[in-house]
């Protein structure tokens, strides 16, 4: 095919063998389940109560058996033709399990009605269980399963309370799970959430015999439950973030809605089982640490073996599978540093892997390794060096198991004598009006008010010049070698660059409008279409695809290579519907239960999030579309989103909030980046110079382009200005024209931007 045939044209040509189309494909189906199955966590099994006995007969409570949750609302949701529902995924196991089908047709009935009326899917609230199929139930089956879903979306954060509570059962479902306990002798808890949300009510309760946390698992995702509860699948997910026992218990939830336009991160680093593991008293908050999840086999890791060679430590180890199930285990590694000038968590992840699937007794030999200085804690109170990474004297330990909890005893232990400076860098996005911040001892110190002059930023610029020619370079040649790209710029006017830096009109199945097309210079319209949990094509172009499961849910598979092919598959999906710029993966942090987007998110840790999204970005690039990790930075709060201040201080930006985006940039080089609406410590991230230009471009080498968030509130001259080159959907042209006539920017300002944009545009096929 020519070369950006698929951008100017818009062809339906499939790209599925033997010209089959690949968008929600049987192939890709089986993907978003097999991720359904791997990701979905066993938090309990007593006396191995799960897989349910071949013959048994069940009664299942709860209208979430109907209402599957697939993934969550706004730009992560997908337009599918099916979802499959844990009821309909007990049927499909009918050889292996008789259901109770006048209770579930009551709850289906009960759906359906309340979805006619107007309710929405996931919120529907629970309605009481028939006393006539109470009973029946009971003469039927001594075994019964609730569900319980919740649903969240884009644009608004749930709550706690009484009246729209996320994290605590409801009145319907307290009544429900009473009920239940009261009537059977054997029950197990299925959720499907998209976020951390109570757990103790089941954890502590003996009646209650297993429980599985199910996430969003996307389009199959009732087929994946009913298959790990009939034991055809072996659950192997573990959490990558903390559930404790009440809401309160998370470090951010007292200041959660203190404020609609700011939000003070005063946990600072401690954030998830870094509070949790560190704090005093804390642990016990903790119900299920992070990292934790059951099978139905059981592993010995043994033979392990570390090196240290300079900063890199190897670690050589066995996992076996000592249980009577095929399963597989995830091995995790875990640094403890020595408390010192500056307050350190107790342990943080520095490693992990998963096994492969490992048949009763057999075993593997897993290598990880990685560089102590990715570590190291970032001193921006100047306790030892102010600005610098150290990396402080002491004797630092590293564990490894199943969990952070499970991690206790150190394989290996090296001493410092000194304290390190691993790099020096500078002051940026530093806070004015933090007020105090969590060190380790659970004490608050006091952060002083300081008002700061945001810096800038020298930068080498192309030879942009205007210069009128008698004939056209179009982009082809460049891409071709035969024209360069500063000749290709010079040539463009003043408005043709202004132009360039905006987003233009959809075309094809495109609902999140393209960039580039300018038809003059052959530049061809590059649509952009939403993910992450699939590629989002508007219910009214009729044209379905695959929804995978969230991104939590993927994150709990720990499986890097299942990330990447679920990048790959969803990028051809894009492809196959002319969609160029995928706008994925979303990886800012879990900080609080009830923001409304976690379950765009992978965890409450950095490595985690950094991890997934580069597997991610792999995976789309792979097939030459544009990957674009979002939303940088520090968007872990819905409400006012679009004005809402993040302030927090350097440290925990750094070693927390953008230590995932980090990592991505540096692992898989993303071709494009998407900036957040809010504002870190005053300074909106799009207008921001700090952090585009000071921290992702100088300090991290990121070479891609920068867009905005859709319709953010930033003026578009002081975007351009901070180095993020397009704003989307629409710019402001007149306003940045007339700051390019006061001098307030200038033309190599909008042709660096547009070069950015160019050299994307030149690496599609
Ligand atoms: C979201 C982005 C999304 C964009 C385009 C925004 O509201 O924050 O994640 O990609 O819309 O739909």
């Known amino acids: 095919m020519q070369k950006w045939a698929r951008e100017k044209f818009q062809p339906c040509i499939p790209l599925g063998e033997n010209h089959t189309r690949i968008t929600e494909c049987e192939t890709n189906r089986q993907l978003s389940y097999e991720a359904a199955c791997e990701g979905s966590v066993l938090l309990k099994n007593n006396n191995d109560f799960l897989p349910i006995g071949k013959g048994t007969a069940v009664a299942v409570f709860g209208k979430a058996q109907a209402d599957y949750v697939k993934g969550g609302g706004g730009s992560g949701d997908v337009t599918v033709s099916y979802v499959k529902n844990i009821y309909e995924g007990l049927k499909n196991r009918a050889d292996r399990i008789t259901?109770?089908?006048?209770?579930?047709?009551?709850?289906?009935?009960?759906?359906?009605?309340?979805?006619?009326?107007?309710?929405?899917?996931?919120?529907?609230?629970?309605?009481?269980?028939?006393?006539?199929?109470?009973?029946?139930?009971?003469?039927?089956?001594?075994?019964?399963?609730?569900?319980?879903?919740?649903?969240?979306?884009?644009?608004?954060?749930?709550?706690?309370?009484?009246?729209?509570?996320?994290?605590?059962?409801?009145?319907?479902?307290?009544?429900?799970?009473?009920?239940?306990?009261?009537?059977?002798?054997?029950?197990?808890?299925?959720?499907?959430?998209?976020?951390?949300?109570?757990?103790?009510?089941?954890?502590?309760?003996?009646?209650?015999?297993?429980?599985?946390?199910?996430?969003?698992?996307?389009?199959?995702?009732?087929?994946?439950?009913?298959?790990?509860?009939?034991?055809?699948?072996?659950?192997?997910g573990k959490l990558t973030d903390t559930c404790a026992a009440r809401f309160s218990d998370y470090p951010s939830s007292e200041g959660f809605y203190e404020s609609d336009d700011y939000v003070k991160y005063i946990e600072d680093i401690f954030v998830g089982y870094r509070y949790f593991e560190t704090i005093p008293d804390k642990k016990e908050c903790v119900v299920y640490p992070f990292g934790y999840g059951l099978s139905y086999t059981e592993f010995s890791i043994s033979d392990a073996e570390v090196n240290q060679s300079g900063n890199k430590i190897n670690i050589s180890l066995v996992a076996a599978n000592i249980g009577k199930t095929a399963g597989k285990e995830v091995i995790q590694v875990y640094l403890e540093a020595p408390e010192g000038n500056i307050a350190k968590p107790k342990k943080v992840l520095c490693a992990f892997e998963k096994t492969d699937m490992l048949e009763a007794g057999e075993s593997q030999r897993i290598q990880l390794s990685f560089?102590?200085?990715?570590?190291?804690?970032?001193?921006?109170?100047?306790?030892?060096?102010?600005?610098?990474?150290?990396?402080?004297?002491?004797?630092?330990?590293?564990?490894?198991?199943?969990?952070?909890?499970?991690?206790?005893?150190?394989?290996?232990?090296?001493?410092?004598?000194?304290?390190?400076?691993?790099?020096?860098?500078?002051?940026?996005?530093?806070?004015?009006?933090?007020?105090?911040?969590?060190?380790?001892?659970?004490?608050?110190?006091?952060?002083?008010?300081?008002?700061?002059?945001?810096?800038?930023?020298?930068?080498?610029?192309?030879?942009?010049?205007?210069?009128?020619?008698?004939?056209?370079?179009?982009?082809?040649?460049?891409?071709?070698?035969?024209?360069?790209?500063?000749?290709?710029?010079?040539?463009?006017?003043?408005?043709?660059?202004?132009?360039?830096?905006?987003?233009?009109?959809?075309?094809?199945?495109?609902?999140?409008?393209?960039?580039?097309?300018?038809?003059?210079?052959?530049?061809?319209?590059v649509m952009t279409a939403d993910g992450p949990a699939g590629v989002r094509i508007n219910a009214e172009c009729g044209v379905n695809t695959t929804a995978f499961p969230v991104a939590t849910l993927l994150a709990c598979t720990w499986n890097i290579p299942l990330i990447e092919r679920i990048g790959k598959a969803g990028a051809l999906e894009a492809k196959e519907n002319n969609l160029s710029i995928w706008l994925t993966p979303a990886l800012n942090i879990h900080r609080s239960p009830l923001c409304g987007r976690n379950f765009e998110y992978f965890s409450e840790d950095p490595l985690v999030s950094g991890k997934m999204a580069a597997a991610m970005v792999r995976g789309i690039q792979s097939e030459n579309i544009v990957a674009v990790p979002k939303h940088f930075a520090c968007n872990n709060k819905e409400t006012n989103r679009y004005e809402s201040d993040s302030i927090i201080s350097e440290r925990a930006i750094r070693e927390i909030y953008i230590k995932g985006f980090e990592i991505c940039v540096r692992e898989s080089k993303p071709w494009m980046i998407m900036t957040s609406y809010n504002l870190i410590n005053g300074v909106r991230a799009s207008e921001n110079t700090e952090l585009i230009e000071g921290i992702l471009r100088d300090e991290w080498g990121y070479k891609g382009m920068i867009t905005s968030d859709w319709e953010n509130h930033a003026e578009h001259w002081k975007e351009i200005k901070a180095g993020n080159d397009i704003k989307m959907p629409y710019g402001q042209p007149e306003k940045v024209k007339e700051a390019l006539n006061d001098g307030k920017i200038t033309r190599e300002e909008l042709a660096e931007c547009v070069n950015r944009l160019l050299n994307m545009i030149i690496k599609l096929q």
């Open 99 to 236: 259901i109770f089908d006048r209770l579930s047709m009551f709850y289906k009935e009960y759906v359906d009605n309340e979805l006619k009326n107007g309710a929405y899917s996931g919120d529907i609230t629970e309605p009481p269980i028939p006393a006539e199929l109470l009973e029946e139930s009971k003469k039927l089956t001594d075994t019964a399963i609730i569900v319980i879903n919740r649903f969240s979306q884009e644009g608004i954060d749930r709550k706690n309370d009484e009246a729209d509570s996320y994290f605590n059962l409801r009145a319907g479902e307290r009544e429900l799970v009473e009920t239940v306990t009261a009537n059977f002798e054997h029950i197990v808890v299925l959720l499907n959430v998209g976020a951390m949300i109570d757990v103790s009510w089941f954890a502590y309760n003996d009646k209650i015999e297993a429980a599985l946390m199910l996430w969003q698992g996307g389009m199959e995702g009732g087929f994946a439950a009913a298959d790990i509860i009939t034991g055809i699948v072996n659950p192997s």
């Open 371 to 525: 560089d102590i200085t990715d570590f190291a804690s970032y001193d921006d109170m100047g306790a030892i060096q102010k600005s610098a990474y150290i990396l402080e004297k002491g004797i630092y330990n590293i564990l490894i198991g199943s969990s952070v909890r499970d991690a206790a005893q150190p394989v290996y232990s090296f001493n410092l004598s000194e304290n390190v400076i691993v790099e020096q860098l500078n002051e940026y996005c530093a806070p004015e009006r933090l007020g105090k911040r969590l060190i380790s001892d659970g004490t608050y110190i006091d952060v002083p008010d300081i008002r700061r002059s945001r810096k800038t930023f020298k930068r080498e610029y192309g030879n942009w010049d205007y210069k009128k020619r008698s004939d056209v370079i179009m982009l082809l040649d460049v891409a071709e070698g035969k024209s360069d790209m500063d000749e290709f710029i010079s040539q463009l006017t003043d408005d043709e660059l202004i132009y360039l830096l905006e987003g233009h009109k959809n075309r094809g199945v495109a609902n999140t409008c393209g960039m580039g097309d300018l038809e003059k210079y052959g530049i061809p319209p």
